[in-house]
């Protein structure tokens, strides 16, 4: 997908960001932005980290995801060495 442009809309506390494709296709990532620490001068950059981490999810089946993943599965060692990434 070749990204042509991007949008980016507050919607109360979340805010969306929309990257279109010279295809007609389009990728929405919403955000939580309860903390209103997510602007439209950084919004993009947000989205990109999180579609990232979405990339890289499940290449590493044996680790746990985040915190909250590693609990969930009672894996509290490998809680105490994630770092929590906030968006």
Do not use: W, Y
Not at 14 to 38: C, D, H, K, R, T
Not at 45 to 59: D, E, M, N, P
Not at 68 to 80: I, K, Q, T
């Amino acid at each position: 997908m070749e990204i042509t442009s991007t949008r980016v809309a507050p919607e109360g506390q979340m805010i969306a960001v929309e990257f279109l494709g010279e295809g007609g296709e389009l990728v929405s990532v919403v955000m939580s932005n309860v903390e209103n620490n997510i602007g439209a001068e950084n919004a993009v950059q947000h989205a990109q980290a999180l579609l990232a981490q979405v990339l890289s999810f499940g290449t590493e089946p044996d680790e746990a995801i985040n915190s909250h993943d590693a609990l969930s599965n009672g894996n509290v060692e490998d809680c105490r060495h994630k770092a929590t990434v906030r968006f």
